[in-house]
T-cell receptor, first 113, second 110 residues
């Protein structure tokens, strides 16, 4: 049981490049989330998916798109990366709204030059 | 006012000390509260939920004060392994948007 996995672990992009961060969970959870964490700030929600086939914006969605490919996988795409998107990105999942405990992946450290 | 606010610290304490962190939140209708622990360059992990009546898990005690809109975490008999950042998390609007505090850094020294 791997829990929540994320790829890649590290990535360096140039301004304007695009990339997709991958996230998968094997716990049969309905809800999945993408957060970013910047120094001195808490995790901020980018997008979430309450169930397969649905996605909603969180606190900081601008510059990102997401896809809930199936129940297991939730990807985050940067269409045109900007230096302000340099951050650590965490994917998380939870069973559903009946329980609030979230399980996090190990994170992706992204630098945009 | 920040929606979820914590004292960033750092808190530097000797082994065996008792240390307490507070976290204030902005929405009086919030229902769910948590403390997560985050080690350096690692993902956050749930430490404990915070229940209305207060709850204890070994050396850790969490409390909720609804009137003053804050939660607290008390760590007794600190261990070196308690060194980490402690994140306050509030389901502020009782939906899918969990709001995180910026974290309080704790270092326990020999």
């Amino acid at each position: 049981n791997a829990g929540v996995t994320q790829t890649p672990k590290f990535q360096v992009l140039k301004t304007g490049q695009s990339m997709t961060l991958q996230c998968a969970q094997d716990m049969n959870h309905n809800s999945m989330y993408w957060y970013r964490q910047d120094p001195g700030m808490g995790l901020r929600l980018i997008y979430y998916s309450a169930s397969e086939g649905t996605t909603d914006k969180g606190e900081v969605p601008n510059g990102y798109n997401v896809s809930r490919l199936n129940k297991r996988e939730f990807s985050l795409r940067l269409e045109s990366a900007a230096p302000s998107q340099t951050s650590v990105y965490f994917c998380a999942s939870r069973v559903d709204r009946s329980t609030d405990t979230q399980y996090f992946g190990p994170g992706t450290r992204l630098t945009v030059l | 006012r920040k929606e979820v606010e914590q004292d960033p610290g750092p808190f530097n304490v000797p082994e065996g000390a008792t240390v307490a962190f507070n976290c204030t939140y902005s929405n009086s209708a919030s229902q769910s509260f948590f403390w997560y622990r985050q080690d350096c360059r690692k993902e956050p992990k749930l430490l404990m939920s915070v229940y209305s009546s207060g709850n204890e898990d070994g050396r850790f005690t969490a409390q909720l004060n609804r009137a003053s809109q804050y939660i607290s975490l008390l760590i007794r008999d600190s261990k070196l392994s308690d060194s980490a950042t402690y994140l306050c998390v509030v389901n502020l609007y009782n939906n899918n948007d969990m709001r995180f505090g910026a974290g309080t850094r704790l270092t326990v020294k020999p």
